[in-house]
């Protein structure tokens, strides 16, 4: 398959991306009932989930299920094929690194701390460690007061091998027994999950503006990818140079995983096709968004591995 000059299609995509991030934009409004960014202020600025002491969301930044799932059905391809769009624009992009200095890790005073504490342990500091300790605890908090502001992801999330899926019981069929006791009382079974649940969509909200930000500079997208390819070329480059040194001496060679390539083999995250085909017949459950995806997805695997060709 030969893309060529893949310039225009690029801006084609971009602009049905741009449509796409339009509309769920507006539907991300009818469910908060005021612009977008009156409510990005506010999820910059809101408890990040997922973490220990997690507070109930505001109801200010709640979206009903049916409008969330709806929204995040067509979040994720899009997504996707944004990511695959920067990296068949970033082909032919050469960065320069500057020379390589190795960092020394300096521990930080307040995992330290924090260990002995768990331990049940008092922390005996001297002057300057407590003055250590007390610019890092500052500066913790002065990041997690700061807005957060998400960019778009570079790299496709990789699928953990040795992940273990939860086996979810319907409430009807999860045992009750409370007691051997004929009189005991009868416990209710929990209402089931309604379409108008509130779902907190601070993280939505953010990933909505990130990937607008994205799809309106797509040449500085395009670079920062490159800076990144370039990077991770050299340490790969590095690592390789390690282990061949290492089994020189006959000694393990250091292990550090990083990334081959940006994108995880297979089907693209949240589209329903799996390869580029414009000759197939058009299925029913097939969406715009995922023929973009298809497409996008391979142009960035030829800009990745542009085929050799045979000069004979």
């Given at each position: 398959?030969?893309?060529?000059?893949?310039?225009?299609t690029?801006?084609?995509?971009?602009?049905?991306?741009?449509?796409?991030?339009?509309?769920?934009?507006?539907?991300?409004?009818?469910?908060?009932?005021?612009?977008?960014?009156?409510?990005?202020?506010?999820?910059?600025?809101?408890?990040?989930?997922?973490?220990?002491?997690?507070?109930?969301?505001?109801?200010?930044?709640?979206?009903?299920?049916?409008?969330?799932?709806?929204?995040?059905?067509?979040?994720?391809?899009?997504?996707?094929?944004?990511?695959?769009?920067?990296?068949?624009?970033?082909?032919?992009?050469?960065?320069?690194?500057?020379?390589?200095?190795?960092?020394?890790?300096k521990?930080?005073?307040?995992?330290?701390?924090?260990?002995?504490?768990?331990?049940?342990?008092a922390?005996?500091?001297?002057?300057?460690?407590?003055?250590?300790?007390?610019?890092?605890?500052?500066?913790?908090?002065?990041?997690?007061?700061?807005?957060?502001?998400?960019?778009?992801?570079?790299?496709?999330?990789?699928?953990?091998p040795?992940?273990i899926?939860?086996?979810?019981?319907?409430?009807?069929?999860?045992?009750?027994?409370?007691?051997?006791?004929?009189?005991?009382?009868?416990?209710?079974?929990?209402?089931?999950?309604?379409?108008?649940?509130?779902?907190?969509?601070?993280?939505?909200?953010?990933?909505?503006?990130?990937?607008?930000?994205?799809?309106?500079?797509?040449?500085?997208?395009?670079?920062?990818?490159?800076?990144?390819?370039?990077?991770?070329?050299?340490?790969?480059?590095?690592?390789?140079?390690?282990?061949?040194?290492?089994?020189?001496?006959?000694?393990?060679?250091?292990v550090?995983?990083?990334?081959?390539?940006?994108?995880?083999?297979?089907?693209?995250?949240?589209?329903?096709?799996?390869?580029?085909?414009?000759?197939?017949?058009?299925?029913?459950?097939?969406?715009?968004?995922?023929?973009?995806?298809?497409?996008?997805?391979?142009?960035?695997?030829?800009?990745?591995?542009?085929?050799?060709?045979?000069?004979?």
């Open positions: 398959m030969e893309f060529g000059d893949a310039s225009a690029i801006e084609r995509y971009r602009g049905a991306l741009k449509h796409i991030v339009l509309t769920l934009v507006g539907m991300a409004e009818m469910g908060y009932g005021r612009p977008l960014s009156l409510v990005l202020g506010e999820a910059a600025v809101a408890p990040r989930q997922g973490r220990a002491g997690r507070k109930k969301p505001s109801a200010a930044l709640c979206l009903p299920r049916h409008l969330y799932r709806a929204i995040l059905l067509l979040l994720r391809p899009a997504e996707s094929a944004a990511r695959r769009l920067i990296i068949a624009a970033a082909q032919g992009i050469v960065v320069t690194l500057p020379p390589f200095r190795p960092r020394k890790l521990p930080k005073i307040s995992d330290t701390v924090a260990a002995m504490h768990r331990l049940g342990l922390a005996n500091l001297s002057k300057a460690d407590f003055a250590r300790y007390e610019a890092e605890r500052k500066a913790a908090e002065r990041r997690t007061a700061r807005p957060h502001r998400l960019n778009l992801s570079l790299l496709d999330a990789l699928k953990y040795f992940r899926r939860r086996r979810y019981v319907p409430a009807h069929a999860v045992p009750r027994i409370r007691s051997l006791d004929d009189d005991a009382p009868r416990i209710p079974l929990p209402p089931p999950p309604s379409q108008n649940d509130p779902i907190g969509a601070a993280k939505l909200t953010l990933r909505l503006d990130a990937l607008g930000q994205a799809l309106d500079d797509l040449p500085g997208q395009a670079q920062r990818f490159a800076r990144w390819k370039a990077r991770n070329d050299a340490g790969l480059a590095r690592d390789k140079v390690a282990r061949d040194a290492a089994a020189a001496q006959g000694k393990p060679g250091p550090r995983f990083r990334r081959f390539s940006p994108l995880r083999r297979g089907r693209p995250p949240g589209g329903r096709l799996p390869r580029f085909d414009p000759d197939a017949p058009k299925r029913k459950n097939i969406r715009e968004i995922d023929e973009i995806l298809a497409h996008a997805n391979a142009m960035a695997y030829y800009a990745l591995e542009p085929p050799r060709r045979n000069s004979s």
